[in-house]
């Protein structure tokens, strides 16, 4: 779709600014800083480096509510001990070993959620429920609670494996023996305490019999085999990716299987607890396992195992159908008000939204969205509601949208991002820590501040920072909303009409740049805290992600053959 604006913009687009002057002097003092920014290379990256310094500060400080990467432990549940008992019975002075077996330890699984946004709520640290333990009477212990851990939806897991991995339980095992510089004998008696339990004052009578001995290399051909297949496991680390493409429905109606529907009643269904990432560990054995010809009352009963144990990495990919891209203070923040009930904080500095903010644009059945009113700045707004409150009026009512009587046609989803700046592949400004939100987007667009020195410039350096984080990215703008138009027409100080001339011309240079070195992309100017124009970019907007919807669901039948399910 390409339109041509530059002519047919309607002449009230600009020069609304006589109405604020105080918020537009505030925007040229910013100008200024965003001088210094393209300046001089050394100065700049020295610039850059302090200001990525005090943002990282300031957004670990304020950003409490929104995490979007995150390294945790996740260890399966260790399992129960076995039990040595015998069992006792009048006029039966020798009965059998009766010590029940240890239960093992619950596991860990990831399952995602809808209700989730964030990873803040993620604990660091995910322990699968300890196994009980056996007892006497052939009582086995119960098994160990399992973990659900639930994450949002567009989380990507993969498991550490560089130096950040935790150790496993047989390397934490041999360190703690290394920290307290054990010797070999030492060693020997504490892994034997670590894996047996003895009837009581039996232990030193158990460890010299010879069938004790059998029974520990058993264990420790056990144990290798086990360590062995943990170090196979570790050759595909896991990796998860709960992006819009992942049904979770699907795996529920697995589990629903036939076998399911036909069990009888009274049994349990299986329920659906996400993917297994760790498992608890085996429970020990009692003593009556380690009978033998030789030993008809073995006084040893095994400790249960660890749980698996490791490292994941989440990291958050936001998935909204669009995303916004632009330098610091081209006006994203303000536009995500405008089309959405979402408030971020507008202010006039660089770097003000540190973290991906998401609304929904609802659209109406006239082309109206729900959102809009004049946008001021954050601080000007809390201003004006203290002196309305103060004077027993309520807070400023954003202007109500028009008609509510048509209902709503369509809905989607727009990331606002902090500022993008030439040099964020090199981890400059916020760097890339927040294009992991716009990854995923079925459609970016630039947001530039038609009003600054070089909107074209501008452009190209977003350009090529997005195909610099991933090649190919950039193809996913579909258009150019050229944002704080109002500025440019004739205002109080300079009511010349000549200046609307000026303001087409610099339109028009801007849509023949894009379209010679973009595509048929679109060029929208707007006046997002104005409200103007925005009718369009919601228009526009709904068009290509409406295309991208269908397209995704086209593709998803062909891949998958409808099955009947007679269960649904
Ligand atoms: N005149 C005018 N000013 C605007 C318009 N849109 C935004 N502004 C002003 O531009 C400044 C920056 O706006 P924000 O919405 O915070 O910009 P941003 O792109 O979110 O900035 P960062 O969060 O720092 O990346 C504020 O002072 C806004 O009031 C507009 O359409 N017209
Ligand atoms: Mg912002």
């Given at each position: 779709?390409?339109?041509?604006?530059?002519?047919?913009?309607?002449?009230?687009?600009?020069?609304?600014?006589?109405?604020n002057?105080?918020?537009?002097?505030?925007?040229?003092?910013?100008?200024?800083?965003?001088?210094?920014?393209?300046?001089?290379?050394?100065?700049?990256?020295?610039?850059?480096?302090?200001?990525?310094?005090?943002?990282?500060?300031?957004?670990?400080?304020?950003?409490?509510?929104?995490?979007?990467?995150?390294?945790?432990?996740v260890?399966?549940?260790?399992?129960?001990?076995?039990?040595?008992?015998?069992?006792?019975?009048?006029?039966?002075?020798?009965?059998?070993?009766?010590?029940g077996?240890?239960?093992?330890?619950?596991?860990?699984?990831?399952?995602?959620?809808?209700?989730?946004?964030?990873?803040?709520?993620?604990?660091?640290?995910?322990?699968?429920?300890?196994?009980?333990?056996?007892?006497?009477?052939?009582q086995?212990?119960?098994?160990?609670?399992?973990?659900?851990?639930?994450?949002?939806?567009?989380?990507?897991?993969?498991?550490?494996?560089?130096?950040?991995?935790?150790?496993?339980?047989w390397?934490?095992?041999?360190?703690?023996?290394?920290?307290?510089?054990?010797?070999?004998?030492?060693?020997?008696?504490?892994?034997?305490q670590?894996?047996?339990?003895?009837y009581?004052?039996?232990?030193?009578d158990?460890?010299?019999?010879?069938?004790?001995?059998?029974?520990?290399a058993?264990?420790?051909i056990e144990?290798?085999?086990?360590?062995?297949?943990?170090?196979?496991?570790?050759?595909?680390?896991?990796?998860?990716?709960?992006?819009?493409?992942?049904?979770?429905?699907?795996?529920?109606?697995?589990?629903?299987?036939?076998?399911?529907?036909?069990?009888?009643l009274?049994?349990?269904?299986?329920k659906?607890?996400?993917?297994?990432?760790?498992?608890?560990?085996?429970?020990?054995?009692?003593?009556?396992?380690?009978?033998?010809?030789?030993?008809?009352?073995?006084?040893?009963?095994?400790?249960?195992?660890?749980?698996?144990?490791?490292?994941?990495?989440?990291?958050?990919?936001?998935?909204?159908?669009?995303?916004?891209?632009?330098?610091?203070?081209?006006?994203?923040?303000?536009?995500?008000?405008?089309?959405?009930?979402r408030?971020?904080?507008?202010?006039?500095?660089?770097?003000?939204?540190?973290?991906?903010?998401?609304?929904?644009?609802?659209?109406?059945?006239?082309?109206?969205?729900?959102?809009?009113?004049?946008?001021?700045?954050?601080?000007?707004?809390?201003?004006?509601?203290?002196?309305?409150?103060?004077?027993?009026?309520?807070?400023?009512?954003?202007?109500?949208?028009?008609?509510?009587?048509?209902?709503?046609?369509?809905?989607?989803?727009?990331a606002?991002?902090?500022?993008l700046?030439?040099?964020a592949?090199?981890?400059?400004?916020?760097?890339?820590?927040?294009?992991?939100?716009?990854?995923?987007?079925r459609?970016?667009?630039?947001?530039?501040?038609l009003?600054?020195?070089?909107?074209?410039?501008?452009?190209?350096?977003?350009?090529?920072?997005?195909?610099?984080?991933?090649?190919?990215?950039?193809?996913k703008?579909?258009?150019?909303?050229?944002?704080?138009?109002?500025?440019?027409?004739?205002?109080?100080?300079?009511?010349?009409?000549?200046?609307?001339?000026?303001?087409?011309?610099?339109?028009?240079?801007?849509e023949?740049?894009?379209?010679e070195?973009?595509?048929?992309?679109?060029?929208?100017?707007?006046?997002?805290?104005?409200?103007?124009?925005?009718?369009?970019?919601?228009?526009l907007?709904?068009?290509?992600?409406?295309?991208?919807?269908?397209?995704?669901?086209?593709?998803?039948?062909?891949?998958?053959?409808?099955?009947?399910?007679?269960?649904?």
């Open positions: 779709m390409l339109i041509s604006c530059s002519n047919s913009i309607p002449r009230y687009l600009f020069g609304l600014v006589s109405r002057h105080a918020i537009r002097s505030i925007s040229h003092v910013h100008q200024e800083s965003k001088v210094t920014l393209i300046d001089g290379d050394s100065e700049r990256t020295l610039q850059a480096a302090k200001r990525k310094k005090r943002i990282e500060w300031k957004r670990r400080r304020h950003s409490d509510s929104f995490l979007d990467h995150l390294i945790i432990t260890r399966g549940g260790r399992g129960g001990d076995g039990c040595v008992a015998f069992h006792r019975e009048k006029f039966k002075p020798f009965g059998p070993p009766s010590g077996n240890g239960g093992s330890g619950g596991s860990v699984y990831i399952m995602p959620s809808t209700q989730l946004t964030s990873l803040t709520g993620v604990s660091k640290r995910v322990i699968g429920g300890a196994g009980g333990h056996g007892q006497g009477t052939w086995h212990g119960r098994a160990g609670s399992d973990v659900i851990l639930k994450v949002p939806y567009g989380t990507v897991i993969r498991e550490v494996m560089d130096s950040r991995r935790a150790k496993d339980a390397e934490a095992e041999e360190e703690s023996y290394d920290d307290q510089n054990l010797t070999v004998e030492e060693r020997r008696i504490k892994r034997r670590r894996r047996w339990v003895h009581p004052e039996y232990e030193d158990n460890i010299a019999r010879e069938d004790f001995r059998d029974a520990e058993k264990l420790a144990e290798r085999q086990r360590r062995a297949e943990e170090l196979d496991r570790r050759q595909t680390p896991i990796f998860i990716d709960f992006g819009d493409q992942y049904d979770f429905t699907s795996d529920e109606k697995r589990l629903k299987s036939i076998e399911e529907a036909n069990k009888p009274g049994l349990p269904r299986s659906n607890r996400g993917i297994l990432v760790a498992s608890g560990g085996a429970g020990g054995h009692g003593n009556p396992y380690f009978l033998t010809p030789m030993n008809r009352s073995p006084k040893i009963a095994s400790r249960g195992h660890d749980g698996i144990r490791l490292t994941l990495e989440l990291e958050l990919k936001l998935i909204a159908d669009v995303g916004l891209v632009g330098f610091p203070n081209a006006g994203k923040s303000t536009l995500l008000s405008a089309l959405t009930k408030r971020p904080e507008v202010a006039a500095y660089a770097f003000t939204t540190l973290s991906p903010q998401i609304g929904t644009v609802r659209v109406f059945e006239n082309g109206e969205f729900d959102g809009g009113g004049i946008i001021e700045e954050s601080w000007l707004e809390r201003e004006q509601n203290l002196v309305r409150l103060s004077e027993g009026l309520e807070e400023t009512p954003r202007q109500p949208r028009p008609s509510r009587q048509t209902h709503e046609v369509f809905r989607f989803t727009i606002d991002n902090p500022g700046i030439g040099g592949s090199e981890n400059i400004g916020l760097g890339h820590d927040f294009l992991r939100s716009i990854e995923r987007a459609a970016l667009a630039y947001v530039v501040d009003n600054g020195d070089s909107p074209i410039k501008e452009l190209d350096t977003l350009r090529n920072e997005l195909e610099n984080y991933q090649v190919g990215l950039s193809s703008c579909k258009m150019v909303i050229a944002n704080k138009a109002d500025l440019l027409g004739p205002h109080l100080e300079d009511p010349d009409d000549r200046r609307i001339e000026e303001a087409r011309s610099k339109l028009s240079l801007l023949a740049w894009v379209h070195n973009f595509g048929p992309l679109d060029v929208v100017p707007v006046s997002a805290k104005y409200n103007q124009n925005l009718r369009r970019v919601v228009k907007l709904s068009a290509y992600v409406d295309e991208s919807r269908q397209a995704q669901s086209k593709h998803a039948q062909e891949a998958s053959p409808t099955v009947p399910h007679f269960y649904l």
